[in-house]
């Protein structure tokens, strides 16, 4: 079984296509943690894949934190002494700070300074500003809009509502032979923010498709949740489940030009970051690994000390390090189609290793199998591939797995565990753990 | 107890002429896994050491394999149309497939081509290969040699015989204070080629002779046994001294003029792996370590998973790596002498650290013993001397053997070695370790 | 609790100028490894801190040594054959072979010569050399000295004694909340040399000042001795203090421009070994961590293998690495004022890593407390020093130390204590070991 499967190099570019148009539909919601923006995004994904969505309600206690109140907003504009809108949330709804509470005055522009917010170094991007936790109000724009405001009086409005509702999220379980969980996570809740992370969302929109109707070892759970508060609600509420999960990965800022960055999990060497870091060793971008850290996205949740699980976080360029981050320069331009397709091909090259890393034992362990006999150890088999049934054979004593003889051997997985299959099919080889049996649902 | 005791740099010139005068007596015969060449091989051998012959019938099962018909040769050429022998047997072994089935046929150029091997980038080389498990014939020539072939019709003859028989392997066994076994082995199966492996059967002899006769802590087995089948064969046969193997060596490619390099065991940190490293970071020549791979030689037999000996594979240049691998150019010429000899004195090194590799326990372990009043801290002691016994001073605790105490201090182990034994004189060490006493006789 | 605390960069230039008057102080006082220069010396550092004296009679078995004979001198000179004094004891009392016997003779100098002792590359220097353990005299002049010496008869006069008497050396205890210690302890025997080893005394004295009346967690113990017999003295005499020392350090040649050197324990991994790397990895100036050797000073006594106490030799340039080492050119010029301030702040850092490394327990451990709300991620604090807050957070899990949360984020330790000590402040944090409480007195 290989999750790869379909996901070949031909359909490459129309994929890419299909998940970059995907993600350019979701792109002009204003989203936030709570509200209709993200569900209506949920809407969007729940057309794509099967999705339970959940509401949590405001002033629900989940662990240290409390669900706030629900943000919703029509309209926002800063107007100058003639009325004109000379700052317009219809245009872009980066201009709002968000979680802005409801705002309707006049005052004098060296008054409404102190609620602006712009990027001197980049005078043409809006930055993108929040205020969840902290009522307040504020507007953001460029720096070329700022520097043209004429002393005088503007009228400034924000018609939003902030009011007892809900937190709501998405959770898309796809069941596997086996009760045990990988959970994929992406935080949605950011408004017109390309790479942070409609990336993340329509990457894992489009693995939960591949994935759905598949024969899987393991069961899968994933999470479209608004970041921080979202992680948090979900831990509070599903603690059997979390018990379940094996692995997991956070996916986000992963649709842009960057080689690939993966974070380890806290654990440091669990078998995710293990599958990952080969993978993308043997990727074909650029790529590197990075050490936990108690900063990122919900990996910081999981990964916080009570719940310790072995999720990691899947990358391009890393938040806060790419000058577009959090600006309206994280557009639809900076990701491309191309790389939203590889990123899902890496994601499913990972899970396939996830699935298919076993432990096998070699049948008859007294020097070696005559292969030739068997037609195995043919000159027209390459050298990689005799090798891979020499390094299974050798390495197949019950304790090393496929993903152990992977990186021993320096022969990239999918090849191991072909020659592990072909193994099977010719009686030298069998499987040494019954872990898919001890688990099943 | 040093067993380099002998091989001094003195005599290294001698000894290495001695050593290449035995493999040029050797490198005429034609040899295969089985038949006359490798007995009379054997043959010369027992001349040297005392060494038993074993005939393992053909058709006998050995593990996954069975012993294949024995072959012999007595003749082979290609004649041309005129009847002169243009490929000659006669004058050179390499230039009949080895273990061809017998032909004697007339045939047109174009059909007996697909019987013809040639080294097109060294036109010059005859190229050795071998059809043991498939029935099969042909010759090996220079390139020159096939590019002067005329159309025509060519007498192709090869007088050989394979039918039921014998595998011959030769065995010496050196008995000594316990009966836990180093084992020797190589490959004595290739016909007229040098560095593969008459450099390998030819310091192993010498070896042999050289332990002959000396009080040896381990007992040491020889193998001179044919490639892959003779290996398992012999594993097949001994399961009881399998058992009794503490260390081993594999030895081949180790007489041309290239650097070491030592191929460490399956389990990569056996004490053999570690003394091979050890020696080899001190010989003063340019030496390699390389990792475990279940390629190679009859390391792979060895290191099998039912099996996983502590057996590593000395070399000088890497079989496969040398261009002069597996043809005529793997001639007398191209090993030398002194490699031979220096070889030699590798091998007795890490023997020599195995042999005297254990754990000692200081005597007077609070503070330093006074080594002023004992005269061991003498200026005139030269102060690697003095170091090495505050090394072993400090490190024998009952935990650390010399070896460790070598790696840790970066001394040399013969330093080590002598400064623990004038410790012991002095009274100030003793052995802590009654390995040797465990599994005497 | 911050040792620290009052060795603040503002002091550094006063604090500096202080000690090194205080080694000012000692330097011309010709001590040895028994005798009244090393009690005047003891005598001067009980003027700055509480000091016991001890006194070991001549004779005395200590483990594998003998306390010797009590050396004293009290004049020293060869005469020209004009009478005039050559070399004069009362200019320098390195022109002494220390503990030469009494001499008091007439000789030719081609006799005198055998007892002469300069250095030829350093011709305006006078080496260091003494003989405690087999009876001996000579002098030690600078080649320039020797050179003009013309042929004749000569005065030699040592008016030495060298009988029954005393080693002394000093210890002061500092009891903390527990009765675990911490040794530190200085060779106090050279004469007119300064780096090796006033520096030694002078960074023990201040900080065992410094220490004197703060409350510590651990006892402290300081000593003032004796090179080599020194240690196995106290070793001997003290069976049940060293049962209690936890950590230690031999601090020598820390006076000088050069960068730091810590040499590790025998132990290679101990709290001390790993404290003092982290503090000299954010100490501001160059640093090399080296691997033990059973080589050096006292350290070789406290690592000896029946004790292998983790005690760790603090230095700046190492001895035997400088030409200055044991000659006369380790004076008072060597060592600077600044780089003894520096010593004792970088000193007094280790300390406060030991005194305030424990594991704590996170009281939130299911996803992130809410900082926000607890003032505790506001922008002002600066990134670090959240970054502090959110390590600290997440590896307090009960088995990670404040040290090991340092070293796996790179933040230094007394930001990490910092941040431990707030969030324990704000109630999210605890104490997860009890070993305070274990060994109180």
Redesign the interface.
Same mark, same amino acid.
């Given at each position: 079984m290989s999750i790869l499967n379909g996901l070949d190099e031909a359909s490459r570019a129309s994929l890419g296509l299909e998940m970059h148009g995907f993600a350019a539909n979701l792109f002009p919601i204003c989203r936030s943690i709570t509200g209709n923006g993200i569900r209506q995004t949920l809407g969007h994904i729940k057309a794509q894949i099967s999705l339970n969505t959940f509401d949590v309600p405001s002033g629900k206690r989940?662990?240290?934190?409390t669900v706030p109140k629900e943000w919703n907003i029509r309209d926002a504009y800063i107007a100058d002494p003639a009325g004109k809108r000379v700052v317009d949330f219809q245009k872009c709804n980066l201009h709002v700070l968000n979680y802005s509470v409801p705002v309707n005055e006049k005052m004098l522009l060296s008054k409404l300074k102190g609620h602006l917010f712009t990027i001197p170094e980049h005078p043409d991007w809006i930055p993108y500003r929040t205020s969840y936790?902290?009522e307040d109000w504020g507007f953001c724009l460029t720096h070329h809009q700022m520097t043209q405001l004429k002393d005088g009086e503007y009228g400034v409005r924000i018609d939003s509502t902030l009011q007892d509702g809900f937190l709501t999220y998405g959770e898309c379980f796809l069941a596997g032979r086996t009760r045990e969980e990988i959970l994929i996570s992406c935080h949605a809740c950011h408004p017109s923010l390309a790479n942070d992370n409609l990336s993340g969302v329509t990457v894992a929109t489009f693995l939960a498709k591949h994935l759905a109707g598949r024969d899987l070892r393991y069961s899968y759970r994933f999470l479209f949740i608004p970041g921080?508060i979202g992680?948090?609600t979900w831990?509070?509420r599903n603690r059997e489940a979390v018990e379940r999960i094996r692995h997991g990965l956070v996916l986000t800022c992963i649709g842009d030009a960057g080689g690939f960055h993966y974070k380890k999990s806290?654990r440091g060497n669990a078998e995710i970051d293990r599958a990952a870091a080969h993978v993308l060793r043997h990727c074909g971008e650029e790529a590197k690994i990075l050490e936990f850290?108690?900063?990122g996205y919900d990996e910081?949740?999981y990964? &916080?000390? @009570?719940?310790?699980l072995p999720v990691g976080c899947l990358m391009r360029s890393v938040w806060g390090t790419f000058p577009e981050y959090h600006t309206s320069a994280d557009n639809l331009e900076f990701i491309r189609p191309l790389k939203l397709a590889d990123s899902l091909r890496v994601c499913a090259a990972i899970l396939d290793v996830l699935e298919n890393n076993r432990c096998y034992r070699?049948e008859?362990?007294? @020097?070696?199998?005559?292969l @030739?006999?068997r037609g195995l150890y043919g000159g027209e088999a390459g050298g990689e591939e005799i090798?891979a049934r020499?390094?299974v054979?050798?390495? &197949?004593?019950g304790h090393h797995t496929l993903l152990d003889i992977a990186e021993q &051997?320096g022969i990239v997985f999918s090849r191991i565990c072909a020659a592990a299959e072909l193994l099977c099919e010719k009686g030298l080889l069998s499987v040494a753990s019954d872990d898919q049996l001890k688990s099943t649902v």
């Open positions: 989940v662990f240290d934190w936790y902290k921080t992680a948090i831990l509070a806290r850290s108690p900063y910081r949740q990964c &916080s000390p @009570g719940f310790n070699n008859l362990p007294y @020097g070696e199998p005559q @030739g006999r090798m020499l390094w054979l050798n390495l &197949s004593d &051997s």
